[in-house]
């Protein structure tokens, strides 16, 4: 296997992972909308979905430390 195919595999695993993750996002929001959970555990969980989807596509995350130079 080529570092081209290589790279092209994993940027087509690192996109379909984002859409399912978005795709599951949109799924859970719509979901809380129509529940009676309180507001508070609707934030919990919009939050948390929103952790994943930046875990997938990468960068900096709330809270973490960046270091330049």
Same mark, same amino acid.
């Not at 719509?30 to 939050?47: P, V, Y």
């Given at each position: 296997?080529?570092?081209? &195919?290589?790279? =092209?595999?994993?940027?087509q695993a690192h996109?379909? @992972?984002?859409?399912?993750? /978005?795709?599951?996002?949109?799924?859970?929001?719509?979901?809380?909308?129509?529940?009676?959970? &309180?507001?508070? =555990?609707?934030?919990?969980?919009?939050?948390?979905? @929103?952790f994943a989807y930046? /875990?997938?596509?990468?960068?900096?995350?709330?809270?973490?430390?960046?270091?330049?130079?």
């Amino acid at each position: 296997m080529t570092e081209q &195919t290589e790279s =092209a595999t994993y940027r087509q695993a690192h996109e379909t @992972a984002s859409k399912a993750v /978005l795709d599951l996002i949109t799924d859970s929001v719509k979901e809380i909308r129509k529940s009676d959970r &309180t507001l508070g =555990a609707q934030a919990d969980r919009t939050r948390d979905l @929103a952790f994943a989807y930046r /875990l997938i596509i990468g960068g900096p995350q709330p809270g973490s430390i960046e270091v330049s130079k």
